[in-house]
């Protein structure tokens, strides 16, 4: 591979100057002893509104360590195994009754608050009752609301919820499947005193095994430190042991450039994000560097979340399907992968993530079938030989690490193919979609020059932030006045919901199991409201008759052979009318340093995903060892 030499050596002289020493600054920026600090890249780069905690209100970034420590949930995900784990609930939920309208819920005895309180039903009886109370006013609430109809008490230990119409897949909708849930149970002890709306509660209570003890008020790094009773926290209580690591810092580095210097430099244990180019300067400058897998292509495909460009379907002419398949056919595929990723990415034309659980049971499944799928004007989207082409750019840019790989192979590796690139295609479906080029070559609509931005993160999600660009380069390129408005997080995360937006690089389809119903129904009618308004579902107001009629086959059954091939067909009514262009799986090169902390998950001891952003990162934390 290419070695980016002038990073190399830059890297090389600021290791020099600061000494290369493990031990040489033994403080962490936030006072705490670096050998007894786990320090975390944060993914969501710097919070805008550090001492804003509280989960229930709008704008409240999670991300910086409350929902991977503090904060915990009902039902947890094994990501190893595929399936849900009892954690804050002792066991699955109960049906009450053959139409899953009404389920017993046990909850886990002995785990406490951080203040020391008994976690308990009251707790969660309460939380429903005030998320129900507050549904016009909180998006969490009126999401409840869709969902959960009462609930009642039993004793300190037990309750039944009753919801809106059959959900079988309740430990779903109220529990972790992917990265975390909605629902975040509140301490009545202290709420009941306290606004929901607006109390930024600065100092949170949780049940996890860390408490948030500083920030920094620019928002650029969390401190978090042991509970002293930690094994009265729910990792603690669930596996019988406590995290040995007694502070937890996430910081933002901003640049990609100084966060691979803090790795090379040891100042940091875990990078969740960065590129194929960083990658080559770790791998070249600090040998405790190591990603989930050994050799290339080193990152980690299966990241349940798949990423692309997401329009906003209320503004014209976006609210056209031919616009937006246009879109898809104006770009070269193999050209984005290559500007983003340098091609290390598994392609994906389906609005699931191609994980290698997913590919198999969907993108391979249906490959024949996307290949087949046919306009009425007979012309045939798919391009089925995206891999193989992808595979030739590679070699001829010197990546052997891929020669001589079969087809099959490579669509192992790169995925089942993506749309064509067709310009004179895409040009005939913007001219019959009322579009037309002015005296510049800019595509214009009624009489207007299409302008827009795509709005992309800034210095984190490294993936989505680059594809962003690379995409506008082609759009533009094609004639559409494009930008990119690079945002912070506390902006980027919350635009979507209101329909602030025009185009947005963003991953709204995500799923870990074979029955999408509850990584789509918020995709409904249902959900929809127009923007300026908040929606609790589906970002893209997109609305779809025919999906409507799917989802509402699937949501009274369980989960089984009918729900899968009903998932199926959602998926070809969504890329037939372009719900939205996904583009790549989520690639994520998360490097972990083990020169202070070691028996990180990784693809030779798979105990756990490298999800550091999960809910789930609580128990990972759980498993690592100090180096000395």
């Not at 009126?142 to 809106?164: F, G, H, R």
């Not at 937006?324 to 340098?342: E, I, K, P």
């Not at 310009?423 to 979609?433: I, M, R, S, Y």
């Not at 009903?566 to 719900?579: F, G």
């Amino acid at each position: 591979m290419k070695k980016i030499l002038s990073i190399i050596v830059i890297a090389v002289m600021m290791m020099t100057m600061a000494g290369f020493s493990a031990f040489a600054d033994e403080q962490t920026v936030a006072g705490t002893p670096r050998s007894e600090t786990l320090v975390v890249e944060s993914l969501v780069g710097v919070v805008g509104n550090p001492g804003q905690h509280n989960p229930w209100m709008s704008g409240t970034v999670l991300d910086a360590g409350l929902h991977q420590l503090s904060y915990s949930h009902l039902w947890e995900m094994d990501t190893i195994q595929g399936v849900q784990i009892p954690d804050l609930a002792a066991e699955m939920p109960i049906a009450l009754n053959d139409d899953y309208s009404s389920f017993k819920v046990v909850l886990t005895e002995g785990i406490k608050w951080s203040d020391g309180e008994d976690f308990d039903a009251e707790d969660v009886v309460f939380t429903i009752n005030k998320l129900l109370e507050l549904k016009d006013t909180l998006s969490n609430g009126a999401q409840l609301a869709s969902i959960v109809e009462s609930c009642e008490y039993v004793d300190k230990y037990e309750l039944i919820i009753n919801t809106v119409g059959s959900h079988p897949r309740i430990s779903e909708e109220l529990g972790v499947t992917v990265w975390g849930n909605f629902f975040y149970i509140m301490p009545e002890h202290y709420w009941k005193d306290h606004d929901v709306a607006t109390d930024l509660w600065e100092s949170p209570i949780g049940t996890g095994p860390y408490t948030l003890s500083a920030y920094d008020p620019n928002g650029y790094w969390f401190l978090f430190e042991l509970r002293e009773d930690a094994e009265f926290s729910d990792v603690g209580v669930l596996t019988g042991k406590v995290p040995q690591a007694k502070y937890v810092l996430f910081t933002a580095y901003g640049t990609e450039e100084k966060k691979t210097m803090a790795m090379l430099n040891n100042e940091v244990d875990i990078l969740c994000d960065i590129s194929p180019e960083a990658w080559e300067v770790l791998l070249a400058g600090n040998p405790n560097v190591a990603c989930w897998l050994p050799d290339y292509p080193y990152g980690c495909f299966d990241d349940p979340c798949e990423r692309g460009m997401q329009f906003n379907c209320d503004i014209e002419p976006f609210n056209q399907k031919e616009v937006r398949w246009a879109m898809a056919l104006s770009l070269d595929m193999v050209q984005v992968s290559m500007d983003t990723f340098s091609g290390q990415m598994r392609v994906s034309p389906l609005c699931m993530p191609p994980t290698t659980f997913m590919s198999e049971a969907f993108h391979k499944e249906m490959r024949q079938q996307l290949i087949d799928y046919t306009w009425e004007d007979g012309y045939q989207p798919f391009d089925k030989d995206y891999a193989v082409k992808l595979y030739e750019v590679l070699i001829s840019e010197g990546y052997d690490a891929v020669e001589g790989m079969t087809e099959d192979e490579l669509i192992d590796l790169f995925g089942v193919g993506w749309w064509k690139y067709d310009t004179e295609k895409a040009e005939e479906l913007l001219t019959g979609a009322g579009c037309e080029r002015d005296a510049e070559g800019f595509w214009t609509y009624n009489g207007e020059r299409i302008t827009f931005e795509i709005v992309s993160p800034a210095g984190f999600e490294t993936q989505s932030e680059r594809l962003a660009y690379a995409v506008q380069s082609q759009w533009r390129e094609f004639g559409f006045d494009v930008t990119v408005q690079a945002s912070e997080a506390s902006y980027f995360h919350n635009c979507g919901a209101p329909g602030n937006y025009t185009c947005g690089s963003y991953w709204p389809s995500c799923g870990v199991v074979k029955d999408l119903y509850t990584q789509l129904r918020g995709w409904h009618t249902d959900y929809y409201t127009p923007s300026g308004e908040v929606t609790t579902g589906c970002h893209a107001r997109f609305q779809s008759e025919k999906l409507d009629a799917v989802l509402d086959q699937m949501a009274p059954l369980a989960s089984g052979d009918e729900t899968y091939e009903l998932s199926k067909e959602a998926l070809m009514i969504m890329a037939d009318e372009a719900a939205w262009l996904p583009m790549f799986g989520t690639s994520k090169l998360v490097p972990t340093n083990s020169t202070y902390w070691t028996n990180y998950p990784d693809s030779e001891n798979p105990y756990n995903g490298p999800w550091w952003w999960w809910s789930c990162f609580k128990l990972i934390v759980n498993e690592f060892q100090p180096a000395a």
